[in-house]
């Protein structure tokens, strides 16, 4: 189990937990959260939880947290596995060590080079 106190405005970045599912429980304040589900449909799935609320994420699909008010948030996680992993999206596409073509992430991305180039820039 994990606590996690969410600055105002604070942000769980999209991730996921490869070999765990996650049960999520707000404590403090009112967090959105979503995650979308895998291929073909890609749905996503979201809402603002309030204090005493319980969230599900099912395992390997990406999700991520956001305090939505002015004041602190605070929840409690568990996960179904002691050794869940954790992909940050971001970090893992654009941070990669040795990088990712930035002629690959532009067509995954249907972006211009230079776009994939500035995003790479920041990790």
Not at 11 to 33: C, D, M
């Amino acid at each position: 189990m994990v606590r996690i106190d969410y600055a105002p405005w604070g942000l769980n970045p999209p991730h996921t937990h490869p070999r765990a599912t996650e049960i999520l429980t707000v404590l403090e304040g009112s967090l959105l959260v979503g995650f979308v589900t895998s291929n073909p449909d890609n749905r996503f799935i979201t809402k603002v939880l309030k204090k005493g609320d319980v969230f599900v994420f099912p395992v390997g699909l990406v999700h991520f947290q956001q305090n939505v008010g002015n004041g602190y948030a605070v929840a409690i996680a568990a996960l179904s596995s002691q050794n869940p992993g954790a992909i940050t999206i971001a970090n893992a596409l654009f941070g990669a060590n040795p990088p990712i073509s930035g002629d690959i992430l532009a067509k995954a991305f249907q972006v211009d080079k230079s776009v994939v180039d500035t995003l790479q820039s920041k990790f």
